[in-house]
C-alpha cells in the first residue's frame, strides 16, 4: 500500500478511536450529572458503566492493531 493510503488509513482509526473515547466522555458527564440529581438505581449506573468498559476495550484493541500494522 502506498504512503498515502496508508495515512489516510491510520488518520481514520485515529478518528474511530477519538470518536469512542468522545462517547465514553460524553457518557461519563452524563452519568455524573444525573448520579449528582440522584435520580439513578445501582443498575442503570452499572449498566451505563459496562457501555463504557465496552468503548474502552474497543479503544485498546484498535490501538493495538494501528500499532501492529505500523
Known sequence: MDKDKLLKVWNLDLQTLSGKAQSIQTLAHTLNKAI????????YVTDVVDIMAGFAIDIVNEA???EVDQ
Open 36 to 43: 449528582q440529581g440522584g435520580e439513578l438505581d445501582v443498575e
Open 64 to 66: 493495538g492493531e494501528i
